[in-house]
């Protein structure tokens, strides 16, 4: 059974850090290219960062230069994205995504990030 499970969302200031895992399992973690995407109220949802299968190519949306990071242990078939400089106009539900291409893709359930004072 596929699962992605996100964690480490919640309420912070602006100004400060979050750190979201996104736990894979019951696929070939190593062989997908991960993504972290957002959805704020009223939006669609949009990519923030993507990270290739073994790591090596990254991608940021231009917001969030310099102040996310995205990364993956395959040895732990976990994605992570570290997020610094939190503004309120971070605030969104956080959603990581395996793809593989012509295997498809899959989306975890959401973690809610609340940036406010």
């Known amino acids: 059974q596929v699962q992605l499970v996100e964690s480490g969302g919640g309420l912070v200031q602006p100004g400060g850090s979050l750190r979201l895992s996104c736990a894979a399992s019951?696929?070939?973690?190593?062989?997908?290219?991960m993504s972290w995407w957002r959805q704020a109220p009223g939006k669609e949802r949009e990519v923030v960062a993507a990270i290739s299968s073994a790591g090596g190519s990254v991608t940021n949306k231009d917001s969030v230069k310099g102040r996310f990071t995205i990364s993956r242990d395959n040895a732990k078939n976990t994605v992570y994205l570290q997020m610094n400089s939190l503004k309120p106009d971070d605030t969104a539900v956080y959603y990581c995504?395996?793809?593989?291409?012509?295997?498809?893709?899959?989306w975890g359930q959401g973690t809610q990030v609340t940036v406010s004072a």
């Open positions: 995504r395996a793809a593989r291409l012509n295997y498809g893709d899959y």
């Open positions: 019951g696929f070939a973690f190593s062989s997908y290219a």
